[in-house]
């Protein structure tokens, strides 16, 4: 039985929770990656409980912290949409923008992928070989290695081709390097030249821990995510890190990233996210 | 990294500080803070506990031996930087050469930790040292690692066996196999295996790191682990032990501004030692992990012998043996040569990665995060407008020369103070490393609260003072 059904049973039945229980309830949500501070909130909230309504508000004082914005795509109504990716090292943007690109596809509506890892070794092969697997063409810079440039001229192409959707990759980068962030923001500015992003997407590891705030802080002040993938939630790691965000940021998670394979992409669904955090 | 545990421990212990004796209430609740601390600081909850405990039962019996506040203060925090190193893992431990070449160094850990970059790195490092590694590339799963890592061979002139282009095809273990037979008739003494990302609860592609371990017969396997990873750490890292099991862990991305918690909770709970770090994108940013200096980091101490390394390696032959003369003669370090140093530092690439070495309390290190480099040019301006004399004699320096220094720079009179302080906190610890090393003697050093980088970040009286040169720094603040 996970801890969650324990405490529930607990709740429910006539015993009293013992101070062992709220330890391994403490225990528990530590474990998640909600944070200290969220972990005492909900300690505090479940406390306070009546045993007969237990299980509704204990699953109440999770959801309450969800952010209320709504998760779907955001699109240019009319034009085309323009979607970044953005994350620290390694989190799984590349791998993500092949997965949407898939799914945008097999809906029907056409779709380029924008090459704008210049730095990284290869990083540009990986992208075209996701690109040859799902059928997308994937637009590579001229070798300049500037992902504005190379940005820049993915977006006027890709609006002359008449796509629906500019998927744009880009280099991974810690959010506390200030010249890597004022790159980004410049990839974001001179492609709003030609039209408008529609959506940023972040990429948080579902095994980041306290950092990730940080990570979602800095890259939300610098190019304004409207969504967050929390990606490799088919390991161990529970992502409790992305509630925190909701919860202090209020940006909604929109992807699960559930494998390698491009299949392996699922909107949120804040229900089993939150019993997957105890259970 | 360990930033935030660094400001939380610094106002814990400068509020036992402040205490003439401390109670054991104060201790009690300076272990809840410190509690808290690590947990914001990713540290698994099992580690904090015990670590927690063995605190205050060593400060306990600590405490009843001595008089002062300040020393008991002194001794707690003499405690807490002991275990760290401890749990840490004591002294930096190298990688074990094989008796019968080649050492076969194979590399683990979940998808997206930096396998290939330190594959890399790695091989540039041991090849820089008179070895001939090989590497070997086995990950064929995620698409083109494998030209990732030939373009980084290539980059840094290394040989890399690579019979299958990978993405999804060929067997990892035949290439592994291969790769070792390829490097005993090539003759090259050591051989680095990189291998694909896999989740620890992943029990068939964990196997298949077995068969791959079997086939190489490493004689280090080198868990590779993002340092900003969470509590997942515990499991994880156990999964990989019971798997396929390994002997030092590698802790990436810590150039980032993460607490790195995960690394002591790795390194207690697997009693594997931390062997290198990451920091940074460049092949060449890589580093053996030291515990104590590590420890010292989190304690606020400022990671000094590293600095010292970094810019005896970066200075030119001149300065640095102008400066390798000054030490030997026991001479200071003066502002002088840190203008000398400014120019040549700026070789070295980031300034703020240098100055988040420097010690000072973590509210300050926040703000050189976000130093751009642009600054070592209005830092440069401020030291050029002070007269030789003052540059050598920075004490001199009251509150009319810096109004003047500010005026001739350009800058406010609050950055010339931030400079002064923060150049006189590095000549006191340049002085420390020259007399008896770093660091295992923090006993000898004055405790981070006692010597605030910036006064406003420490709790200030209210009076003036009576040393102009202070007093203008408080009114300027
Ligand atoms: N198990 C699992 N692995 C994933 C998932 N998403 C990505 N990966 C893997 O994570 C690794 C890194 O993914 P990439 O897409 O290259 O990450 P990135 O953010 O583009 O990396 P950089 O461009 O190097 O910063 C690859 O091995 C991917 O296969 C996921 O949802 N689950
Ligand atoms: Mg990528």
């Not at chain 1, 997308?136 to 008449?162: C, H, W, Y």
């Not at chain 1, 744009?168 to 500015?189: F, S």
């Amino acid at each position: 039985m996970g801890l969650f059904s324990k405490f529930i049973a607990k709740f429910t039945g006539a015993s009293a929770f013992a101070p062992a229980d709220w330890a391994e309830l403490e225990a528990e949500l530590l474990a998640s990656d909600i944070g200290p501070r969220l972990t005492r909130d909900l300690l505090e909230a479940a406390r306070r409980v009546k045993s007969e309504n237990a299980q509704e508000a204990m699953v109440q004082a999770l959801s309450s912290r969800l952010c209320l914005k709504s998760r779907l795509p955001i699109i240019n109504q009319g034009g085309m949409s323009v979607v970044m990716l953005v994350g620290v090292n390694g989190t799984g943007k590349t791998t993500s923008v092949a997965k949407l690109a898939g799914r945008i596809k097999a809906s029907g509506a056409t779709v380029v992928i924008a090459a704008g890892d210049t730095f990284r070794a290869a990083a540009v092969e990986q992208l075209q070989t996701w690109g040859a697997r799902i059928g997308v063409e994937v637009i590579t810079g001229k070798g300049s290695g500037d992902p504005a440039a190379l940005a820049f001229d993915a977006a006027q192409r890709a609006r002359a081709m008449n796509a629906d959707y500019l998927l744009i990759d880009t280099a991974g980068r810690l959010h506390n390097k200030r010249d890597l962030m004022q790159e980004l923001e410049k990839v974001r500015r001179v492609v709003e030249k030609i039209t408008p992003v529609s959506e940023v997407l972040l990429t948080i590891d579902a095994t980041t821990g306290q950092n990730g705030m940080a990570q979602a802080k800095i890259f939300s002040a610098s190019v304004d995510i409207t969504g967050i993938i929390l990606t490799k939630s088919d390991g161990s790691a529970k992502g409790g890190i992305a509630l925190a965000i909701e919860s202090e940021l209020d940006i909604p998670i929109k992807w699960i990233g559930t494998g390698e394979s491009t299949a392996d992409l699922e909107p949120f669904a804040p229900e089993s996210y939150i019993r997957g955090l105890l259970t | 990294m360990f930033d935030s545990l660094t400001s939380h421990l610094s106002a814990t212990f400068s509020s036992l500080r402040a205490r003439g004796k401390i109670s054991h209430n104060d201790l009690d609740a300076s272990c809840g803070q410190m509690r808290a601390a690590l947990l914001e600081s990713d540290v698994a909850l099992e580690v904090v506990d015990s670590f927690v405990t063995e605190i205050a039962g060593k400060s306990m019996a600590a405490l009843a031996s001595m008089q002062s506040g300040r020393n008991q203060a002194q001794a707690i925090f003499e405690i807490v930087n002991s275990l760290l190193i401890e749990i840490l893992g004591g002294s930096a431990r190298r990688v074990r050469f094989a008796k019968n070449p080649p050492t076969v160094i194979m590399l683990a850990g979940l998808q997206g930790a930096g396998k290939t970059s330190l594959a890399g790195k790695l091989a540039k490092f041991y090849a820089d040292q008179g070895n001939t590694p090989l590497l070997v590339a086995c990950d064929l799963q995620r698409p083109n690692a494998v030209t990732q890592l030939q373009l980084l061979g290539a980059s840094i002139g290394l040989p890399v066996f690579c019979p299958e282009a990978g993405n999804g095809v060929g067997d990892p273990v035949k290439v592994a196999r291969d790769g070792i037979a390829f490097a005993k008739a090539k003759q090259h003494n050591m051989v680095i295996v990189d291998t694909a990302g896999r989740l620890g609860v992943d029990t068939q592609l964990m196997s298949q790191a077995c068969e791959i371990r079997d086939a190489v017969r490493p004689d280090e396997i080198l868990f590779v682990v993002d340092s900003m990873m969470g509590q997942d750490a515990v499991r994880t890292s156990q999964a990989f032990l019971d798997g396929v099991g390994f002997d030092g862990v590698v802790l990436t991305k810590l150039d980032g501004d993460t607490r790195g918690g995960a690394a002591l909770s790795i390194a207690s709970l697997t009693k594997r030692p931390i062997m290198f770090i990451s920091t940074g994108e460049k092949l060449s940013d890589f580093d053996i992990f030291y515990p104590d200096r590590m420890a010292s980091r989190i304690l606020g101490m400022g990671d000094v012998a590293t600095l010292a390394e970094q810019a005896k390696a970066a200075l030119d032959g001149d300065t640095s043996k102008k400066l390798e003369a000054k030490f030997a003669s026991g001479e200071d370090f003066t502002l002088e040569d840190f203008l000398d140093q400014l120019s040549a530092i700026s070789k070295m690439g980031s300034m703020s990665k240098l100055l988040g070495m420097l010690p000072g309390n973590a509210a300050m290190k926040k703000q050189v995060g976000n130093f751009d480099d642009g600054e070592i040019l209005r830092t440069k301006a401020i030291v050029q407008s002070m007269t030789p004399h003052e540059r050598v004699n920075p004490k001199i320096i009251n509150g009319s020369r810096r109004s003047r220094i500010a005026l001739g720079s350009g800058r406010r009179v609050s950055e010339v103070n931030t400079l002064l302080e923060r150049f006189i906190a590095a000549q006191k610890m340049m002085r420390q490393v020259r007399s008896g090393g770093m660091p295992a003697g923090m006993g000898t050093m004055a405790m981070p609260a006692t010597a605030p980088i910036r006064p406003e970040l420490a709790p200030k009286k209210k009076s003036k003072s009576g040393n102009p040169a202070k007093r203008a720094l408080e009114e300027s603040q």
